[in-house]
């Protein structure tokens, strides 16, 4: 059966998977491809924002949603989980 984890599972996964983190420099398409990989070989990462970030934050998960199909798990302050099945 191919169902989506349920949100509990899936932060569970969250406390031991990897943390990429994005600072000042924002979003380069080198990063999109590293969260890209990530996601295929864990299906769950974290993403940290620096807290200078904070105001742009929602648009960078927006773009990194669009540009990897991925799912927005949570958002915690400048945490953001994500989600994304293998094929």
């Not at 924002?26 to 990462?45: A, D, M, N, T, W």
């Amino acid at each position: 059966m191919n169902t989506i984890p349920s949100k509990k599972e899936l932060m569970n996964r969250s406390l031991n998977t990897i943390t990429i983190t994005v600072g000042k420099s924002g979003i380069k398409e080198g990063v999109i491809e590293e969260i890209k990989r990530q996601l295929k070989e864990r299906e769950v990462i974290k993403i940290k924002f620096s807290r200078a970030m904070s105001t742009e934050k929602k648009d960078y998960i927006n773009h990194i949603l669009e540009k990897t199909n991925a799912k927005l798990v949570d958002l915690r302050g400048n945490v953001a989980v994500l989600f994304k099945r293998k094929r």
